[in-house]
């Protein structure tokens, strides 16, 4: 008999909605002109590219000639920090950022200082927030780019984004650039009105999209440098023929995942503090990274004195798949740069581990979960609870 | 909601004596056309202001957004409503101010007491409304003469009417209130900046574009239809007259040498367009020429062509740079789509060394050997036409995918 994998690490990568491979097969199918061409079939297909442009542009309250399709969230955050700040030297070299960014954003950065750059980080609190009174004092006139995540990948802290457009934007000229990547599509994000940031980076994979596929918006245009040359696809920024599939599953899986916002994300706070409270029940033995004013979809905790990669291992054996604190850092044996940031006791640096939901989480899945951290619980750590 | 109307003062029109009327009335039809889809709107005209009732905040919100596209239209407020009850007024300008509360800003408060049995007079209700919004905001000061804003303050008998906010309008005059034109758009940037400076000047405007496959795509014609729709933003609905030209510009290409062949191309399309202009009781021809841009449009060029007429020909951008025409494409919303690079019938005939100055006698001679008249009527006859706004959307075959 097949054992039903129960899946808990969305904010790793997500399964593709049905929807929207079906889309993707529709238009490989159908519409696979190079939307460049002068022919019909190929204005058909731009006509395609178009829609899930004005789509996407709907969705976060800009016009769609502010919309690029990329290869996804590093690719967006990357373009979006060496653009923005390398064609606006005229207005200074001071870029700020925090501390427990996502790595496309912090070798970015580093890669900016290595070309003069002059560059501040924000800290957080042990809630994973940034001090709004840190970033009034560090924002100076000379400042041309703040880069700031919306919700952490490892344990789910919300930025003030508003508050922090509001500052930036009063005390300087700097671009604000807001990782969206983890809370596109779990919390409401868009450039709105005047206040908000001016660029956001979306990953088509986290919202049950597919791989390989992302955006970079910005609120009006900008002074940006153009990072892919030749053919002068996308308004001349990012050349390369345009892959219509990846971007119209991405327009169709960005759809759902805000149509679908509010009722997931009150399911996910359910499930979160279901778990929580059984979590509060080993006291000691468990810390909670994540708090209830982060996002509801990220949980992070850690075990005293355990190697997340045991848990790991031990959820595995029962097929329940989460994760260490990220996809990315948890090959590296050190202990990641977020959980460093974070000050936490010496006992707990090593047994992170995040679990994160998506779409296709249901309830059975939680209880059962439920189920099995107990046991996992009582196997390692039986003599102390 | 707080939102009762939104007040219209008139651009040029206020100074236009007689025919003010007709002109408020074009306003209003014109206004009227641009919300059709915010269903019947109560408009109430007054010599020198115009009003428009809000029934909810989603109207509301699309009049202030719509407006600014309205020629006739020199500036606009949203009008707030609140109870006689000067505790009620305080709330209300609060409320108002707060829109203004970014800037650093002078103001006053004016009174105007229309209810006399209202207990406060005007002073005293100035005193109480100023007294009471000042120490709120920061970066208010108080000017008595020429403040940056005015709010203004009418108690009436049926409520207490305020306003702060002045919307700049687009100016000009309301479209049809100066007569028809017909707009030669050929897809490029410059014919819609024409037609959208016409428009601002109240001229009505039907549009006609040269069609020659297999030389020229299919696309080239889906833009220039998308730029006939995008001019029709401006609050009238415009007709696309499309002639099929390929027959006489294959017959050009055969008879006439190729350094004047541009020249009578022009004046072939001149005569078709005024023909055209006969039929549907236009007055005048709009064109995007610009002195000098081009060979074609020199001043010895200009003069051969125009040979073919006496009609007026109106070039609103004969003295305009490139530039400056961009600027305006692009403010009017038409660059994007101007500079999308498909063949139009301009470019694909055109010859290696064009002469910038043609002869008029010469282009005649050369253009009496062939018997254009007879294409030209057939041309006239073919012509498809197209009418923006379109009314219905087709299916959406894009639907299931997003």
Redesign the interface.
């Given at each position: 008999m097949e054992v039903n994998t129960i899946y808990l690490d969305n904010s790793a990568t997500t399964k593709p909605l049905k929807e929207v491979m079906q889309?993707f097969m529709?238009?490989n199918e159908q519409y696979y002109a190079n939307p460049a061409s002068?022919?019909?079939m190929g204005?058909e297909s731009n006509?395609?590219l178009m829609?899930?442009r004005e789509?996407v542009a709907d969705i976060l309250h800009t016009e769609a000639?502010n919309v690029l399709f990329t290869s996804g969230g590093t690719e967006s955050n990357n373009a979006a920090i060496l653009g923005l700040a390398r064609s606006n030297t005229h207005k200074g070299n001071h870029i700020l950022t925090t501390e427990i960014e996502h790595p496309s954003v912090l070798e970015s950065v580093k890669q900016l200082e290595q070309e003069g750059f002059d560059v501040d980080y924000l800290q957080v609190d042990e809630n994973g927030v940034i001090s709004l009174e840190e970033l009034r004092a560090k924002v100076r006139k000379d400042t041309v780019l703040v880069s700031m995540m919306h919700v952490n990948n490892e344990m789910g802290a919300i930025q003030p984004i508003v508050e922090a457009a509001k500052i930036i934007h009063e005390s300087s000229r700097a671009a604000f650039h807001v990782d969206a990547v983890q809370s596109f599509g779990k919390l409401p994000i868009s450039f709105n009105d005047d206040e908000g940031p001016d660029c956001i980076s979306i990953s088509g994979h986290k919202i049950h999209g597919f791989k390989g596929s992302g955006v970079l918006a910005f609120r009006k245009k900008m002074k940006w440098q153009p990072y892919a040359l030749g053919g002068g696809q996308e308004f001349g920024l990012r050349s390369g023929t345009v892959a219509v599939p990846q971007a119209?599953a991405l327009?169709?899986a960005a759809?759902v995942a805000v149509e679908t916002m509010n009722d997931r994300a009150k399911k996910y706070r359910q499930w979160y503090e279901e778990i929580c409270t059984q979590l509060h029940g080993y006291e000691e033995a468990v810390h909670i990274l994540s708090t209830p004013q982060g996002a509801p979809h990220i949980l992070s905790f850690s075990i005293r004195d355990l190697k997340g990669e045991v848990i790991i291992n031990a959820m595995q054996k029962r097929h329940v798949i989460v994760s260490t604190s990220s996809a990315c850092s948890s090959k590296q044996t050190k202990t990641s740069h977020v959980v460093e940031a974070l000050n936490l006791d010496e006992h707990f640096k090593k047994g992170v581990i995040r679990i994160s939901f998506g779409a296709y989480v249901t309830d059975e899945d939680i209880v059962k979960f439920k189920q099995i951290l107990e046991e996992v619980m009582k196997e390692f750590k039986g003599e102390q609870i | 909601m707080i939102w009762k109307e939104i007040l219209i003062r008139y651009g040029e029109l206020s100074t236009k004596g007689r025919n003010k009327m007709d002109f408020i009335r074009r306003l209003r039809e014109n206004i009227r056309h641009a919300f059709a889809d915010l269903g019947h709107l109560h408009i109430r005209t007054e010599r020198d202001r115009m009003f428009i009732a809000i029934q909810n905040e989603e109207q509301m919100d699309v009049l202030v957004k719509g407006l600014p596209k309205i020629f006739g239209i020199q500036s606009f407020s949203p009008v707030a409503a609140c109870e006689k009850d000067i505790e009620a007024m305080k709330k209300l300008a609060i409320t108002i101010m707060d829109t203004f509360k970014n800037e650093q800003l002078t103001f006053k408060v004016e009174v105007k007491r229309t209810d006399k049995t209202f207990p406060l007079e005007s002073h005293a209700i100035q005193r109480e409304i100023g007294g009471y919004v000042l120490p709120q905001f920061k970066n208010l000061s108080v000017k008595v003469k020429q403040p940056d804003i005015e709010l203004r303050v009418e108690v009436r008998h049926d409520a207490t009417y305020m306003m702060a906010q002045v919307i700049p309008g687009a100016g000009g005059m309301p479209v049809g209130s100066n007569g028809k034109s017909l707009l030669m758009l050929s897809g490029g940037i410059d014919s819609p900046v024409a037609g959208y400076l016409m428009m601002k000047r109240g001229v009505r405007l039907e549009a006609i574009h040269f069609f020659s496959p297999p030389y020229t795509s299919q696309n080239s014609l889906e833009k220039v239809k998308v730029l006939a729709n995008e001019l029709t933003k401006f609050g009238a609905s415009i007709r696309l007259h499309v002639i099929p030209f390929t027959e006489i510009q294959v017959l050009i290409k055969e008879k006439v040498p190729s350094n004047v062949s541009m020249t009578t191309t022009r004046r072939m399309m001149l005569k078709v367009a005024d023909k055209v202009r006969e039929e549907i009781g236009a007055l005048a021809i709009v064109t995007g020429e610009s002195l000098g841009q081009v060979a074609s449009q020199t001043l010895e060029s200009l003069t051969a062509i125009n040979a073919v007429t006496n009609t007026p020909i109106l070039r609103p951008l004969i003295s305009s740079d490139k530039l400056e025409i961009i600027d305006i494409a692009e403010k009017i919303g038409t660059y994007e789509t101007s500079i999308q690079p498909f063949e139009d019938c301009c470019t694909i005939f055109t010859p290696a060394s064009p002469k910038t100055k043609p002869k008029l006698e010469k282009v005649e001679h050369y253009e009496s050997f062939s018997d254009f008249d007879e294409l030209i009527e057939r041309a006239v006859k073919n012509r498809e036409v197209y009418i923006f706004p379109k009314k219905e959307q087709e299916a959406d075959k894009f639907a299931d995918l997003l």
């Open positions: 889309a529709v238009v002068i022919h019909a204005v006509e395609l829609r899930a789509q000639k119209v327009s169709k759809r | -």
